[in-house]
């Protein structure tokens, strides 16, 4: 809902970092694995209660994340590019969900349900983007991408900005958890009724 007003503030800036990393020779894939990676440990740094950690690798993720997507377009961006990083980004959304549930096992419910709101809402949007692109759709509402980016009501910076609240207040992950996931289930009923509209023969 917010990613595509938040890019023509966010991609100035990124855009002339991303071409500066590209012309010292640093990858739109080594990026995507570097943040992937500081994610994973964020997720983590949560589980072995270091949830101040957990918050700051989640933040650091994020900026590789943008980084990734700035270098790719300084330097040409690739599918192979592309599946690393949807890969890369369900990988740790789920992550966190997960982190907290090892947390304290009175999280374990409200995490199993956000991940499985997860893997709904990312079957959605994947699918949506498969037969857009079969279509031949074309947006660049989220900037230039390796295929088609629906919107919905939950998308990445409203992820980011739940992970972040829950970090905070971690005593309240199961009301953010389950308050999320309803807007996950949301989103997937939103971009099914899209879907009846772009795609009905």
Sequence with gaps: MLDARLRPLIDPPLNRLGAALAGWGVTANALTFTGLALGLGGSGAIALGHVGWGLALIVANRLADGLDGAVARARGPSDL????????????????????????????????????SFVLTGVSFLAFAVIAGKRGAETDAHGRK???????????????????????????????????????LLTVFQRSAMAVSAFRD
């Design 146 to 184: 390796s295929f088609f980016y629906s919107t919905g009501l939950a998308e990445g910076a409203e992820t980011i900005a739940v992970f972040i609240a829950m970090c905070l207040w971690p005593a309240w992950f199961g009301v953010i958890a389950y308050a999320y996931a309803g807007l996950c």
């Design 81 to 116: 590019g592309g599946y690393f990083d949807i890969v890369a980004d369900f990988a740790f959304y789920v992550s966190v969900p997960l982190g907290f549930g090892i947390l304290n096992a009175a999280n374990a419910l409200p995490a199993a349900a956000l991940i499985a």
